[in-house]
């Protein structure tokens, strides 16, 4: 039934749909002490979305299109850095040490290492965007598989005459995406609603 056609005290059923301003993200690779892995300090976060190659045939004056690859976009996450428990500038340098960077301080076999798919993706962790409920359950929830960093923002430019609060911008790159909702598929096709589960 649409969610406008019903009073909402009389029907117990009726959902709210789903709103921009009610979402978690988590990412286990940070364990602060307050909040976890559940980025709390977080203003925004881009959903995945994913882009759809074609290729082209040219027969006289007609063109006809073929699908090709999935490719997934970018996720992009802002976040405020609470300075404190946790320090995001600080923990967002160590995961990209824990991918396998090391500042070439010096030519020793100690400083010779270099970032890799497997430290990457272990530094950073299971990466999770939900949408939720007014009561705060799940009612969407996206897993990026062997997500890792890909960009670092850490505040842009400080200046006298600006009192915002200090911003810093994430973008993460991943391999796919697997989407789980608490409601099923309408859509008819073969196979079933299986979301990219794996």
Not at 159 to 183: M, N, Q
């Amino acid at each position: 039934m649409p969610f406008w056609s019903q009073s909402f005290g009389e029907d117990a059923d009726l959902k709210d749909p789903k709103r921009n301003f009610r979402f978690t993200v988590s990412i286990t690779g940070i364990t602060a002490a307050n909040g976890g892995p559940l980025l709390w300090y977080a203003n925004s976060v881009s959903k995945p979305t994913f882009t759809l190659a074609s290729a082209e045939h040219k027969y006289l004056n007609h063109s006809f299109y073929y699908p090709g690859n999935v490719t997934w976009n970018s996720v992009e996450i802002k976040m405020v850095d609470p300075g404190g428990d946790p320090d995001v500038a600080a923990t967002l340098a160590a995961i990209l040490q824990g991918g396998g960077y090391q500042v070439p301080t010096d030519a020793s076999s100690n400083s010779l290492t270099s970032i890799s798919k497997a430290r990457a993706t272990g530094a950073l962790g299971r990466v999770e965007i939900k949408q939720i409920d007014a009561d705060g359950r799940p009612i969407e929830t996206w897993t990026l598989w062997n997500a890792f960093v890909e960009e670092v923002d850490f505040g842009g430019t400080l200046s006298y005459g600006d009192e915002k609060l200090t911003e810093i911008g994430l973008k993460l790159k991943y391999d796919w995406a697997r989407i789980e909702t608490r409601a099923g598929s309408a859509a008819n096709v073969l196979g079933g609603d299986s979301f990219f589960n794996v």
